[in-house]
């Protein structure tokens, strides 16, 4: 660790109080995706206070930007940073003094420790601006967990002109302290599906006057995990999971429609149109073959989230140099859910690591994300606010 990133890493910790207290504010005020207005607002007011300029970007983000005044012995780069803000539609259930203050309302996911470190990161980064020459741009990203923000924040040129991106999610099966930085995928893609089946009712007891749309709708249900064990390689990973049926307005009719719901997740972009273009044929010539016709409608909400080489190995310079080579995991089994930090990448090559927030000794911080009792074990959040400082302090000055 070199003298200027031991003197970061003292500001930090000196400032952890600080995002702690933060990080408590906004898990008692949590906010849905495309609602997060306070959020929004009290990010601003941080920003505000060290001097940061911002706009608002996706209704109810935020973008800012952090200009270095080093000196300019190369040519100026920009990197992006981002942090999601969205909470989730969960009740919490633990006895905290920082518990959500709305019900049905919680930050499950450690998007409130995203945030909070984020901000950190901006002040430590507004007070050392003489450290680096170039720009970091600071993007508190709505909506993560609808598959929105992400998309929108691209289409309306958040990325455009940056150079690398840089996103941290924390991690309830890592122990606090370690950080995981992979090269290649990290998440899968997310894609939602809707399949109506049209048939043609009947009485029950004179099923060839009628088509049948349940039992169509049944056949497309087994024959979709055909596309999985017999289309797919069995060395690929693909999930076709439908999660909701319904079908039918009565016991003694044949069923006149039928609305199946699912998703898809796969790992490349390859398998991704693969997987959309042979589940739209199988639904089409299941129905056609019982006589009934099909629609198939399609969101894709994120595309998969693989990190690129050669910031992955930036980021794990900075980490080693950090914290050090035993505190990093190379390698871990990608997950088959999603986060719309995959957006940013493709626009811009970039990584997105996981910190650990895994305490032995507090229980609630060793329960999955999205459940009820969830909690981060706070030291977590010294670590993210260090990786994005010095990760963009090095990147900037061609340091990684």
Same mark, same amino acid.
């Given at each position: 660790?070199?003298?200027?990133?031991?003197?970061?890493?003292?500001?930090?910790? #000196?400032?952890? $109080?600080?995002?702690?207290?933060?990080?408590?504010?906004?898990?008692?005020?949590?906010?849905?995706?495309?609602?997060?207005? $306070?959020?929004? &607002?009290?990010?601003?007011?941080?920003?505000?206070?060290?001097?940061?300029?911002?706009?608002?970007?996706?209704?109810?983000?935020?973008?800012?930007?952090?200009? $270095?005044?080093?000196?300019?012995?190369?040519?100026?780069?920009?990197?992006?940073?981002?942090?999601?803000?969205?909470?989730?539609?969960?009740?919490?259930?633990?006895?905290?003094?920082?518990?959500?203050?709305?019900?049905?309302?919680? %930050?499950?996911?450690?998007?409130?420790?995203?945030?909070?470190?984020?901000?950190?990161?901006?002040?430590?980064?507004?007070?050392?601006?003489?450290?680096?020459?170039?720009?970091?741009?600071?993007?508190? &990203?709505?909506?993560?967990?609808?598959?929105?923000?992400?998309?929108?924040?691209?289409?309306?040129?958040?990325?455009?002109?940056?150079?690398?991106?840089?996103?941290?999610?924390?991690?309830?099966?890592?122990?606090?302290?370690?950080?995981?930085?992979?090269?290649?995928?990290?998440?899968?893609?997310?894609?939602?599906?809707?399949?109506?089946?049209?048939?043609?009712?009947? %009485?029950?007891?004179?099923?060839?006057?009628?088509?049948?749309?349940?039992?169509?709708?049944?056949?497309?249900?087994?024959?979709?995990?055909?596309?999985?064990?017999? !289309?797919?390689?069995?060395?690929?990973?693909?999930?076709?999971?439908?999660?909701?049926?319904?079908?039918?307005?009565? =016991?003694?009719?044949?069923?006149?429609?039928?609305?199946? #719901?699912?998703?898809?997740?796969?790992?490349?972009?390859?398998?991704?149109?693969?997987?959309?273009?042979?589940?739209?044929?199988?639904?089409?010539?299941?129905?056609?073959?019982?006589?009934?016709?099909?629609?198939?409608?399609?969101?894709?909400?994120?595309?998969?989230?693989?990190?690129?080489?050669?910031?992955?190995?930036?980021?794990?310079?900075?980490?080693?140099?950090?914290?050090?080579?035993?505190?990093?995991?190379?390698? !871990?089994?990608?997950?088959?859910?999603?986060?719309?930090?995959?957006?940013?990448?493709?626009?811009?090559? $970039?990584?997105?690591? =996981?910190?650990?927030?895994?305490?032995?000794?507090?229980?609630?911080?060793?329960?999955? &994300?999205?459940?009820?009792?969830?909690?981060?074990?706070?030291?977590?959040?010294?670590? &993210?606010?260090?990786? =994005?400082?010095? =990760?963009?302090?090095?990147?900037?000055?061609?340091?990684?």
């Amino acid at each position: 660790m070199t003298e200027q990133e031991k003197d970061l890493l003292q500001q930090v910790r #000196e400032d952890h $109080g600080y995002i702690v207290g933060l990080r408590r504010y906004f898990h008692r005020h949590p906010e849905l995706g495309r609602e997060e207005y $306070g959020t929004q &607002q009290r990010i601003e007011q941080e920003l505000d206070a060290i001097g940061v300029a911002h706009r608002r970007y996706a209704d109810t983000g935020v973008v800012a930007e952090i200009t $270095g005044t080093g000196a300019a012995d190369q040519p100026a780069k920009t990197i992006l940073l981002r942090a999601d803000i969205d909470a989730l539609p969960v009740t919490e259930e633990n006895d905290c003094p920082y518990k959500s203050t709305i019900p049905g309302k919680m %930050h499950a996911c450690g998007h409130d420790a995203h945030t909070a470190s984020l901000i950190g990161a901006a002040r430590i980064l507004a007070k050392n601006r003489d450290l680096f020459h170039g720009t970091v741009r600071l993007v508190f &990203q709505p909506a993560e967990e609808i598959g929105y923000g992400g998309q929108t924040m691209v289409a309306e040129g958040v990325a455009d002109g940056a150079d690398r991106t840089f996103g941290i999610h924390i991690g309830s099966d890592i122990p606090v302290g370690k950080v995981v930085i992979m090269e290649g995928p990290n998440n899968a893609s997310v894609d939602w599906f809707r399949i109506k089946v049209h048939g043609l009712g009947a %009485h029950v007891s004179t099923p060839q006057h009628g088509i049948d749309a349940a039992y169509i709708a049944s056949q497309i249900v087994v024959g979709a995990q055909a596309l999985v064990t017999r !289309r797919t390689s069995p060395m690929d990973n693909v999930l076709i999971g439908i999660g909701k049926v319904t079908a039918g307005t009565a =016991y003694n009719v044949v069923a006149q429609e039928a609305e199946l #719901e699912g998703t898809v997740r796969v790992l490349t972009p390859e398998l991704r149109r693969q997987v959309h273009e042979e589940l739209d044929r199988l639904c089409r010539l299941t129905a056609e073959s019982y006589g009934g016709t099909v629609e198939t409608e399609w969101k894709n909400y994120t595309a998969p989230l693989i990190n690129d080489a050669a910031a992955t190995l930036e980021a794990q310079k900075v980490m080693t140099s950090l914290f050090g080579a035993e505190n990093m995991i190379t390698s !871990r089994r990608p997950a088959l859910s999603g986060d719309d930090m995959a957006e940013f990448i493709n626009k811009v090559p $970039g990584v997105y690591c =996981y910190v650990g927030s895994r305490s032995e000794t507090d229980p609630n911080t060793q329960v999955a &994300q999205h459940n009820s009792h969830f909690d981060v074990d706070e030291n977590c959040m010294t670590v &993210q606010v260090a990786l =994005y400082a010095d =990760y963009a302090v090095r990147f900037l000055e061609g340091q990684v």
